[in-house]
């Protein structure tokens, strides 16, 4: 019996399937840092509502409380807790250091407050975290001229799914 040679179908099938891939996959949103209360930080007398309602917040971001060690603490409350300044039973409580990052890992309203007694002068802040957008379609061309600019991504979609049929052709052609 004679021994069959193996061919580079199936890697070239594999390679082909993943240009098809990356070329249709969708370009990843990274998350965001905001530093609450940016420049101000976690301190007193700074105007968190005004902060949080100039930002959008979404799944996945990251807030990072900059406050001075010793002197002020980050508590997540729930909504009740959050209006009363009520720190009896928080959800999250970080008192050590001088910073303290969370992740948003769902969407919904975040409630974080100090509990050591400037809560009552404003030091807290509401967070309402939304999913990542959508990507935001592509401009409309006003004339033929501006359409220029897209071709080439369509052309490589084209060569890509192309590409991709003739392999599987090739395949289903030569088992």
Not at 81 to 91: F, G, N, T, W
Not at 104 to 131: D, H, P, Q, W
């Amino acid at each position: 019996m004679e021994k069959s040679k193996p061919t580079l179908l199936p890697l070239l099938l594999l390679l082909l399937i993943l240009v098809v891939i990356f070329v249709a996959a969708p370009v990843a949103v990274s998350a965001e840092k905001f530093v609450v209360g940016d420049k101000q930080r976690w301190a007193p007398n700074v105007n968190y509502t005004a902060w949080s309602d100039s930002h959008s917040f979404h799944v996945g971001d990251w807030l990072v409380f900059y406050y001075e060690k010793g002197m002020y603490d980050v508590m997540e409350v729930n909504a009740t807790a959050y209006e009363a300044c009520a720190a009896d039973d928080p959800i999250v409580n970080w008192s050590r250091g001088d910073s303290f990052a969370y992740q948003l890992n769902r969407t919904g309203r975040y409630y974080f407050i100090c509990s050591r007694g400037y809560c009552y002068g404003g030091m807290k802040v509401s967070i309402l975290a939304e999913t990542i957008p959508p990507l935001a379609p592509s401009p409309r061309p006003q004339d033929d001229s501006a359409a220029v600019p897209s071709a080439p991504r369509r052309f490589s979609a084209w060569i890509a799914a192309v590409s991709g049929a003739v392999a599987l052709a090739l395949v289903l052609w030569f088992p």
